[in-house]
């Protein structure tokens, strides 16, 4: 079965950092490109980052550019979202999602994780 | 940035009846527009990619339509599992990748 879970989710004070995780299992990692989508509470969905198979092509939205680093290790089928600078309005559920190049789309999406940014 | 409008925001419907779900988008996307479903405290679905080709697992009653940049996705016959909130989203232009703001789908 085809599977992402995050994991890393708190409560953090305004200017902290965090760092969250997604797991993946049932594919081929190394071979799909993974981006990062937030949701905050009662709102819609959000694009944040995308990171190619391999690594070597990033991008990022303009709301967290600068203040967030997306990375994966293909040996752990492991993705990552180190967040720094974090903000109130960054308070949000935050999913890991797998992009197939053959649909361009989002085909397949974890459970979540929730962020709390608050003082 | 290329912006995606939905409408309406809710869509109020019986069980049984067809909703009609529209997406705009301030320039052309091509086809390059996919729908997904997401229910309370669910993640999002894929429903419909390449704006009209249905995802593995999708029911005939979910038809996605449209080009350039008007879209309309339409369940034919509401179940009682189908209501949800719906969200287009363009990958024609990116970065970024946007979604719309989504259409919830009550029951009437």
């Known amino acids: 079965e085809v599977q992402l879970v995050e994991s890393g989710g708190r409560l953090v004070q305004p200017g902290g950092s965090l760092r969250l995780s997604c797991a993946a299992s049932g594919f081929t990692f190394s071979s799909f490109s993974i981006n990062w989508v937030r949701q905050a509470p009662g709102k819609g969905l959000e694009w944040l980052s995308y990171i190619s198979s391999s690594g070597a092509s990033i991008n990022y939205a303009d709301s967290v550019k600068g203040r967030f680093i997306i990375s994966r290790d293909n040996a752990k089928n492991s993705l990552y979202l180190q967040m720094g600078s974090l903000r109130v309005e960054d308070t949000a559920v935050y999913y890991c999602a797998r992009y197939s190049d053959s649909h361009n789309a989002f085909d397949c999406w974890g459970q979540g994780t929730l962020v709390t940014v608050s003082s | 940035e290329i912006v995606m409008t939905q409408s309406p925001a809710t869509l109020s419907v019986s069980p049984g009846e067809r909703a009609t779900l529209s997406c705009r988008a301030s320039q052309s996307v091509s086809n390059n527009l996919a729908w997904y479903q997401q229910k309370p405290g669910q993640a999002p679905r894929l429903l419909i990619y390449?704006?009209?080709t249905r995802a593995t697992g999708i029911p005939a009653r979910f038809s996605g339509s449209g080009s350039g940049t008007e879209f309309t996705l339409t369940i034919s016959s509401l179940q009682s599992e189908d209501f949800a909130v719906y969200y287009c989203?363009?990958?024609?232009?990116?970065?970024?990748?946007?979604f719309g703001g989504g259409t919830k789908v009550e029951i009437k």
């Open positions: 390449g704006a009209s």
């Open positions: 989203q363009q990958y024609n232009n990116w970065p970024p990748i946007t």
